[in-house]
């Protein structure tokens, strides 16, 4: 079992709508996950971190945490085609000192 | 304030060449963190270092890789004898702190190996 899994993609989403991507992870002690943003080509950016169970809202981002199901996703309200990208989910794995990355979904918003 | 910066940002090498790969953290930082990313994956942990110190290298192959990161100066990711399986881009984080702290990523080395 991988450590951190995302459905790879490519979701589509029309513009405006709302954009669910969602992530696992095997780590049962984790207490730090985060989403990065990458755009082809480019060096991924820190877009939200959460480190309790619940919602945790940003703008048009909420990450949401659930440790009991070792699940964390993140929404994107109002999606615009800016937001196309590669959404990438990393979890602190507890003791190991490092971030460990899912594969992305990649996401299209769609005009 | 300069941020993560990784030089070169594009390098060719012949298999059997040794590639080397610099990375300045920003100012501040003591943490950095190796990451390769081939392309349609995720980034793969390779390594975690602090100053003069490898804290967590599980994540390196065995042999023809290492990395440092010395007292003064960038630190550097050398891969020796070079393989086409090596073409990949390679990113370098930064952080103040440890993994907790929101890590910073450079614009990444993409190597080729021809």
């Known amino acids: 079992q991988k450590e951190v899994e995302q459905n790879s993609g490519p979701l589509s989403v029309p513009e405006g709508a709302i954009a669910s991507l969602n992530c696992t992870y095997s780590?049962?002690?984790?207490?730090?996950f985060f989403w990065y943003r990458q755009y082809s080509g480019k060096s991924p950016e820190l877009i939200m971190s959460?480190?309790?169970?619940g919602d945790k809202e940003d703008g048009r981002f909420t990450a949401q945490l659930n440790k009991a199901s070792q699940y964390v996703s993140l929404l994107i309200r109002d999606s615009q085609p800016s937001d196309s990208a590669t959404y990438l989910c990393?979890?602190?794995?507890?003791?190991?000192?490092?971030?460990?990355f899912g594969q992305g979904t990649r996401l299209t918003i769609n005009p | 304030n300069a941020g993560v910066m990784q030089n070169p940002r594009h390098l060719v090498r012949r298999r059997g060449q040794e590639a080397r790969l610099r990375c300045s953290p920003m100012?501040?930082?003591?943490?950095v963190y190796w990451y390769r990313q081939l392309p349609e994956e995720g980034l793969k942990f390779m390594v975690y270092?602090?100053?003069?110190?490898?804290?967590?290298e599980s994540g390196m192959p065995k042999e023809r890789f290492s990395a440092e990161f010395p007292k003064e100066g960038p630190s550097i990711l050398r891969i020796q004898q070079v393989v086409r399986g090596d073409s990949a881009a390679y990113f370098c984080?930064?952080?103040?702190?440890?993994?907790?702290?929101?890590?910073?990523f450079g614009s990444g080395t993409q190597l080729s190996v021809l």
């Open positions: 990393a979890v602190l794995i507890q003791g190991a000192q490092k971030l460990v």
């Open positions: 959460i480190y309790s169970n």
């Open positions: 780590d049962r002690v984790s207490q730090s």
């Open positions: 984080a930064s952080s103040p702190g440890g993994v907790n702290e929101k890590l910073f």
């Open positions: 100012k501040g930082h003591s943490h």
């Open positions: 270092l602090q100053k003069e110190n490898i804290i967590d």
